[in-house]
């Protein structure tokens, strides 16, 4: 935004001196032809009085004006009596019969700018006739000015004029980044702000400064982040509540259950205990499952950095044993063991424990449940690899549905909420997840995480 107001600023300050500047230029470049031509043409008049004069003194005062001019000023000026001939003490002119004498001899006053023969190059040939007292032409004067001291005084105008032109530019320029600055400065406090609401602190505030626009901004943003803050608060009291109050009533059946099992002598009865026991155990892993989604889509807090490769070789010491009890090998491959993610505090823990939990249901006996840590362009990419029954394309983006169960996804005891909750908590951390065939039978769980700079 800073630069396209500075830009902004700059062309129209361009366009402001361009409409000012350049026409007054034409204006002064004008104006120096205008008087050049009036100079010249004053000066023809006055030897063409003398040369019309017909006493000898009226001539020498001629002679003088040529020669002074001559040395004084860069052009020349030459006279020629009627008949062509030369108008003595003068010699006679360079190119007697050209356009200009024509002209004059006829009794025509010109002024060209072209080829000044007399100079030998480009410039103003001025001619005006000489007439006696009578009214006839007599004889006519030229005067020759050269173009290029003209030139160089219209290049000094316009050179200075563009020089003039580029130091008012880059002071506008240095000028519009501080002014872009100083009217931008509100919005980056609400970048800011914004920054800290995504990185989970509720508690971030804009100051309520600079235009109206920008102070209302503030305000409504503050007033959004407040009624958040006060939603997520009630969220997480309510799951706290529900938390106690599901699991309370879940326990204590589970403790009746297994207190009329002791004193059940009946083996239909200990059966339908049983069945009624395995239903408990399933509606408490379903109640804890709902419980840690909703904490995930509550849960807004700050990420942190955290060593990949540590926390899966902590996961792997905690599942060892489960794995070690149906026959399948854990395996860790890390491109390298020192990247480092951002994610929010126990989110990527939560993330394996699901998804390693899921391959371990599927994995056959003397399977193997690889997870692959690697670095990709702009996100660190973990892979969960295990070698079961897969799960079909067209399947693949339901498995993330909730309560949605499939075979090659989950065991039969699952609540169908374990990929719910790592989609939720890796899009809660600015990552994604996938699923995909893995060559020669399983299925890859890929998750992309943003990296620690």
Known sequence: MNRRLVVSYVLLVAVA??????????????????????????????????????????????????????HETP???????????????????????????????????????GAAPALGETGLVLAVPARDASGAVVGAVRVSYPSA?????????????AILAVAVLIAAAILGVLLARRLTRPFRELNRMARRLRDGD???????????????????????????DTLVQSQRAFIADASHQLRTPLTALRLSLDNIADGASDPFVREDIDLATAEVVRMSR????????????????????????????????VWRAVAADRGVRLLAEHADTGQEVLTSPGHLEQVLDNVLSNALEV?????????????????VLLEVTDEGPGL???????????FWRGSGVTGQS???????????????????????????GGLTVRISLRPAR
């Open 17 to 70: 001196i361009a409409a000012f500047t350049v026409p007054v230029a034409f204006v002064l470049t004008g104006q120096l032809r205008g008087d050049t031509e009036t100079s010249v043409r004053r000066e023809a008049e006055t030897a063409a009085l003398l040369l019309a004069a017909p006493d000898a003194p009226s001539r020498q005062a001629l002679s003088r004006l040529a020669t002074a001019y001559e």
């Open 149 to 161: 001291p003209l030139n160089e005084r219209q290049l000094q105008i316009w050179g200075f004029r």
């Open 392 to 402: 079909p394309e067209a399947d693949r983006p339901r498995a993330f549905d909730r």
């Open 202 to 228: 509720l508690g971030a505030r804009a100051q309520e400064t600079g235009p109206t626009e920008t102070r209302t901004l503030a305000r409504t943003l503050n007033n959004a982040a407040e009624t958040i």
């Open 363 to 379: 994995s056959p006996d003397g399977g193997t449940v690889t997870v692959r840590t690697a670095r990709l362009d702009e996100h």
């Open 286 to 317: 379903l109640v804890n499952g709902l419980l840690t989604l909703a904490r995930a889509e509550a849960a807004v807090s700050a990420p942190e950095r955290v060593r990949i490769a540590a926390v899966v070789d902590d996961r792997f010491e």
């Open 414 to 440: 699952g609540s169908g909420l374990g990929l719910a909750i790592v989609k939720q908590l890796v899009t809660d951390d600015g990552g994604l997840v996938g699923l995909a065939e893995t060559p020669g």
């Open 75 to 113: 052009g020349r000026l030459d006279a020629l009596l009627a008949g062509r001939v030369a108008a003595a003490p003068l010699p006679l002119p360079v190119a007697p019969d050209d356009f200009a004498f024509t002209e004059a001899l006829a009794g025509r006053a010109s002024a060209n700018w």
